[in-house]
């Protein structure tokens, strides 16, 4: 299983229209991939507060992330059709084509984040072969909590109840107790 290199991170900030950018690429990625293969994709990126979206400390975590939900689909006997890890300026994006019932995929990712110390910070997300998102609520599962405090993530978000400084260091601590266990 290949990782994407910690050293090589671009560890600048990126502006507003570059993330904008991003996130549409990232769609016109989705449903190149959807289009391609009519099967489940799961799209792995990841919770990175502040305007530093690649750096060591998140392709660490994206290298943890990445290496749990390819030992999940090969424990699970889903059919893998692609596999593609990329590393942008933007944060690293991964994706998976995966002949699985999207439903099943999106619990089983939901259960890896919530049995992984690191997990929050995981962004999994599952698209039916329509191009559907699953949602956590979509399978009964409650909205993502902060990092630090038992409220809401978009809450806190929007709020900016926390420092970015504050959610960084969290992250830190998460991947050291990820790499002790």
């Keep these: 299983m290949s990782s994407i290199a910690p050293e090589l ?26 289009a391609r293969h009519h099967s489940t994709l799961l799209v792995f990126t990841l919770v990175a507060p502040g305007a530093v979206k690649d750096s060591p400390l998140t ?17 699970q006997g889903w059919l893998c059709l692609q596999a593609e890890a990329l590393a942008l300026p933007t944060g690293c994006e991964g994706y998976l084509a995966l002949q699985a019932d999207a439903q ?34 979509d399978i009964g599962q409650p ?11 978009k809450l806190c978000a929007r709020q900016r109840s926390h420092s970015t400084e504050q959610l960084l260091d969290e ?5 050291n107790a990820a790499l002790l266990s």
């Design 104 to 137: 099943t995929v999106k619990e089983a990712a939901v259960q890896l984040e919530v049995q992984q110390p690191i997990g929050r910070l995981w962004d999994i997300d599952v698209l039916a072969p329509q191009g559907h998102i699953l949602s956590r609520r």
């Design 9 to 34: 991170a671009t560890s600048r900030a990126v502006s507003l229209p570059e993330l904008l950018s991003s996130r549409e690429c990232r769609q016109a990625r989705q449903q190149a991939w959807l």
């Design 171 to 175: 992250m830190e601590r998460r991947l």
């Design 143 to 153: 909205e993502r909590r902060c990092l630090l405090c038992a409220e809401p993530a």
């Design 59 to 75: 392709r660490r975590i994206f290298n943890l992330g990445w290496q749990a939900l390819r030992q999940l689909s090969h424990q």
